[in-house]
DNA sequence: ACGCATGTCT
């Protein structure tokens, strides 16, 4: 008995409990222990408590039945600390407590959210051994965790399994569940196609079946459906939107640049009395910190306080990358070192921001220090840190530090993912190493990573940029014989080599299949000809070129302004032609007062 | 008397 309280005492548990746990322990009558773990488990905050009342339980006799275990087993896994919650269930089994399909949905539940589905499904077995049928609770579990492990055909063979042998019949939260996977592997269609199904077979699709996929719209910048399925959820099924379904709509017009809409969103949210939480702020926090208005960022952050709302580390981790973004370094850092006092902990996203920042305002050293300040604080460097980490070194010409870095990822069991990949070649590139970029790159071969445009856009433009136009055209090629689409990157990049060794003509060429090919040119594609033109000193296109920019609506950007008026001083371009660049001089440029002089 | 699904950051 000593010896136990000295644990509780040892595990940081506050007098209060310690007090209700010790009258609690003198009950013997049944009924009596039955409200009383009932009543402590209702007042446990902290996973501290709830471990000290399990080990309270697990000395009772007789042992509390397995529904209070259960509870105290909810309680645990709703903290998200599955870990412990897990060890919990097998003290369980070894009490001898007998334990469910309820317990047993919470022990696979928390296998599968961390990230241990194999787990999950050994706990099924479990169940089948003990005869409890499982059910669709545990399916669903099961059904989240492949989700999760992005084991996308294996989710939907179980779903599929499940409806055709007839093992459960899912009900909206399975459906659910199956949508979201869907969404995540980028499959609206089939996604909006299962909300039909649901509605054929008369399982009533919820707000949150709808709000999954309006979230996955506006992630795949799909607002115009988004809102068409917002207008369906209303209007016809009459389902009332709730935070999470404005959240999502309201940052899927901030990352448009939709402002005007969002706050008409936020207005109607305001009308139906649903108000703003911390994560429809941080939201705005983030959207405005992207466009570089840290001002606003911050103005936000002072409604949210003044509405009762408390900024999380989410919030914060935007607006430190809104400064990084900026260049403001000294105010990233004392917001990150300002954390603390207000009882938030830097996470691993906090200190990558800074690392992030400090890399993109080449201080190189500061960021080294950032990777090595999270370390000695215990948090693991993720595949974003170490792919910022290796960027950084080769933005300064470290690439012996990045090849270093990338073989001490691979040894921390941080598998390096698409962007990593991009990040390597883009380095190996800009560094004169096109040889070992395109060696990788063949290397990797027929891998799943060389199946993305943005590969062939790297390599494209590294080749071009280092005078292997040739080796451009094969890449270019490659990946049309692929039956990869090239967009509009692929064609600037092509433009832009061909220019950069004067063959005009292949340039113009690949400029002219651009309309026809569907992937009409942009601003970019203009100004890289213009510039290719200019350089080369052939004028006979330029003229025809900025009138159709004119007619786009398109602007032409510093450098190949510059560029203009250069020729025009050097008396290689008439004069007549200011009059029809001055049309396309950007609004944000008329004020620079180094570009007032020109005419 | 106990268990499943939705939104914010690098």
Redesign the pocket.
């Known amino acids: 008995m000593m010896n136990r309280t000295a644990f509780i005492k040892f595990r940081g548990t506050n007098s209060f409990l310690l007090h209700s746990l010790s009258s609690f322990q003198f009950s013997t009558h049944t009924a009596s222990l039955?409200s009383n773990v009932s009543s402590l488990i209702h007042k446990i905050t902290n996973l501290n408590d709830a471990l000290n009342l399990f080990d309270e339980m697990s000395h009772t006799r007789p042992l509390p039945?397995?529904?209070h275990f259960?509870?105290l087993l909810?309680l645990v896994?709703?903290m998200k600390h599955f870990s412990s919650s897990l060890h919990l269930f097998n003290q369980m089994c070894s009490l001898g407590v007998p334990v469910?399909?309820?317990?047993?949905?919470?022990a696979i539940?928390c296998c599968c959210q961390l990230y241990r589905t194999k787990d999950g499904f050994a706990v099924l077995g479990c169940c089948f051994r003990r005869a409890i049928p499982p059910?669709?609770?545990?399916f669903?579990?099961l059904l989240?965790g492949l989700v999760l492990e992005e084991r996308i055909l294996e989710a939907e063979m179980l779903f599929k399994k499940l409806i055709k042998q007839k093992l459960c019949e899912p009900?909206?939260?399975?459906y659910?569940?199956m949508i979201?996977g869907l969404c995540k592997f980028g499959n609206n269609v089939t996604a909006i196609a299962l909300l039909r199904l649901m509605e054929q077979k008369h399982c009533e699709p919820?707000?949150?079946?709808y709000?999954?996929i309006i979230?996955s719209l506006c992630?795949d910048k799909l607002i115009d459906d988004a809102f068409k399925l917002f207008k369906e959820m209303v209007s016809d099924k009459g389902i009332l939107p709730?935070?999470?379904?404005?959240?999502?709509l309201i940052?899927g017009l901030c990352k448009f640049g939709r402002w005007d809409d969002a706050s008409k969103l936020l207005k109607q949210m305001e009308d139906e009395n649903i108000s703003?939480?911390?994560?429809?702020f941080?939201?705005l926090v983030?959207a405005f910190c992207?466009e570089g208005k840290v001002e606003e960022a911050e103005a936000v952050i002072d409604i949210m306080v003044e509405r009762g709302e408390v900024p999380?580390?989410?919030?914060y981790?935007?607006l430190i990358?809104g400064y990084c973004l900026r260049g403001e370094m000294i105010k990233a850092k004392t917001v990150f070192d300002s954390l603390r006092l207000r009882g938030l902990v830097p996470?691993?996203?906090?200190h990558?921001?800074l690392l992030?920042g400090y890399c993109k305002n080449l201080n190189i050293e500061k960021a080294e220090e950032m990777f090595h300040e999270m370390t000695v604080k215990g948090l693991k460097p993720?595949v974003?840190?170490y792919s910022?980490m290796i960027q950084g070194f080769f933005q300064v010409g470290r690439c012996v530090a990045a090849r270093r870095l990338v073989d001490e990822m691979h040894a921390q069991g941080q598998v390096p993912d698409q962007c990593t990949y991009g990040i390597v070649l883009d380095g190996l590139c800009n560094n004169h190493l096109v040889e070992g970029a395109l060696s990788l790159f063949y290397l990797v071969g027929n891998s799943k990573l060389n199946s993305d445009i943005a590969v062939y856009n790297i390599l494209i433009d590294g080749a071009g940029k280092n005078g292997k136009v040739e080796v451009a055209r094969i890449l270019f090629q490659g990946l049309i014989d692929k039956g990869l689409q090239p967009d509009v990157r692929t064609y600037n990049v092509m433009i832009s080599g061909f220019c950069r060794e004067g063959q005009l003509g292949e340039a113009k060429l690949l400029f002219l299949k651009m309309e026809e090919s569907g992937c009409p040119p942009n601003n970019i594609t203009y100004c890289v000809l213009l510039q290719g033109y200019l350089k080369n000193r052939h004028y006979d296109d330029v003229e025809m070129l900025l009138r159709e920019m004119d007619d786009r609506g398109y602007s032409l950007d510093a450098s190949t302004l510059s560029l203009f008026i250069d020729h025009i001083a050097a008396g290689l371009l008439d004069r007549s032609m200011l009059k029809l660049l001055g049309k396309l001089v950007p609004k944000e440029l008329l004020n620079d007062p180094s570009l007032c002089d020109w005419e």
């Open positions: 039955h039945s397995v529904v259960t509870q909810h896994t709703k469910d399909k309820y317990s047993m949905s919470i539940k059910n669709v609770y545990i669903n579990a989240d009900d909206v939260v399975m659910n569940t979201k919820s707000i949150v079946t709000s999954t979230d992630k709730n935070v999470i379904t404005y959240t999502s940052c703003p939480d911390v994560k429809t941080t939201a983030d992207k999380n580390i989410v919030t981790n935007s990358d996470d691993v996203v906090t990558s921001s992030n993720d974003v840190t910022t």
